[in-house]
């Protein structure tokens, strides 16, 4: 008789829960306010609500003790006696316990607690990852694979870029340059009309240049390519990223060879710095004949600049153009008037200054390669780049940009 009782309480209590909705949904529904008819039917269905809560606290107590009761025996003879039937038979004795949880003694929370841990025993989706022991449907659960693949390698030449490349169709080619050692002091002024002027022979010498091959290969396994469609395709592109990379600092290498070099301490943050960009300019001028236009630096030298500072402790190189200032942060695009290149092949703070006398590069692209290889399952991919570099002699024979380094 108490189930009964119980189930029939609980019904009732469902049923005016419904009303209440009914009648406040209606009223939404025709953009008007409760009618007085409307709050009279509500406070009606509220009071029987309290009273069913206040007749199902009693009928509901024999259910908890009968609960523990079976799990015990269960623990102790689990062939014989089965745990009991979930509790719950609707939302409405749910929301019953539900109520009631801040009263943590109450017949109400120990039933919907009890209720819970029952729950979490039975399933998870991965046994190993769930609270207690438990099944699980792991042999359906699949770990997709979302958005593009990170990749933190650059491969950009900002060094590269910024001088340019020239392709030349020979593997081995010869750069020409002139000789002339009274360039500057061979021309001098008539003596008398009818004199003779001045005579001085000059020459043209060469320098050899060789192309070098940077590549980079992999093997793929045919059954990459065939369940994997765009496999390939990424290690294509990675291996260029490796490529450019080696290209970029393999050029920097060269140009590290440069042999004028203006004395600056890699750690002065002062006036200092800006007077030896000023020096190395003027040197880059006399050597070339052409003004700078270029100063390379890496990540190091460029948060330098950032922090350079004059006496006053004024930033010379800001975001911004005070007065004070000879060129702007590296990101804004001007360093004493240079442009600058920031290039993570440059790995101190050091700095070079140059212009298009100081650095040649010559690159030839070669077309991507692949080749099957049956005994293997698999096919072999390359790419690669002809490269070679050139620091033209200057007027004293110096090769190559100015150094800024101590």
């Known amino acids: 008789m108490a189930d009964a009782m119980f189930k029939t309480l609980v019904e009732e209590r469902d049923a005016k829960q419904s009303l209440i909705r009914t009648f406040i949904e209606t009223a939404q529904e025709q953009g008007r306010d409760l009618s007085d008819q409307d ?57 019953f316990d539900r109520l009631r949880l801040d009263q943590p003694a109450s017949e109400s929370a120990q039933r919907y607690r009890g209720a819970l841990a029952r729950a979490a025993q039975h399933m998870g989706t991965v046994a190993a990852d769930t609270t207690a022991t438990a099944g699980d449907l792991a042999g359906l659960v699949v770990d997709p694979v979302v958005g593009g693949v990170v990749n933190f390698t650059d491969s950009s030449r900002p060094f590269l870029s910024a001088v340019g490349t020239r392709a030349v169709n020979a593997y081995d080619f010869r750069r020409p340059y002139i000789s002339d050692a009274v360039a500057a002091t061979g021309t001098t002024a008539q003596t008398a009309q009818k004199a003779e002027v001045g005579s001085t022979q000059f020459s043209v010498a060469s320098d050899t240049l060789e192309y070098k091959t940077y590549g980079e290969y992999l093997n ?21 990223n490796r490529v450019a990379r080696g290209a970029e600092k393999a050029a920097f290498t060269e140009l590290a060879l440069s042999t004028t070099k203006i004395t600056l301490s890699l750690t002065a943050v002062d006036n200092t710095v800006s007077a030896a960009i000023e020096d190395g300019k003027a040197k ?12 390379l630096m890496g990540p190091t030298g460029a948060a330098r600049l950032g922090k350079t500072v004059d006496s006053a402790g004024r ?4 975001y911004l153009g005070p007065i004070n200032a000879p060129g702007n942060n590296p990101a804004n695009g001007s360093v004493n008037g240079l442009r600058p290149i920031v290039s993570y092949a440059v790995t101190t703070a050091a700095m070079w200054i140059g212009n298009g006398g100081c650095f040649e590069a010559y690159e030839v692209g070669l077309p991507l390669m692949q080749q099957v ?8 991919v390359a790419v690669a780049s002809m490269l070679a570099f050139y620091r033209p002699r200057s007027k004293s024979g110096q090769l190559g940009a100015t150094q800024l380094a101590p």
């Open 220 to 240: 793929v396994s045919a059954q990459l390519l065939q369940f994997d469609s765009f496999g390939l395709q990424i290690i294509i592109d990675q291996l260029r």
């Open 315 to 318: 930033p010379l190189y800001p």
């Open 39 to 95: 709050k009279s039917a509500i406070e009606m269905a509220r009071t029987r609500i309290g009273e069913i809560d206040g007749q199902l606290e009693y009928v509901a107590q024999s259910y908890e003790m009968d609960d523990k009761v079976r799990e015990r025996l269960a623990r102790l003879d689990p062939q014989t006696v089965k745990p009991a039937p979930a509790l719950y038979r609707s939302l409405g004795e749910i929301l």
């Open 284 to 295: 880059v001028y006399d050597e070339t004949g052409m003004p700078a236009d270029w100063v």
């Open 373 to 380: 290889e049956p005994s293997v399952l698999g096919t072999q």
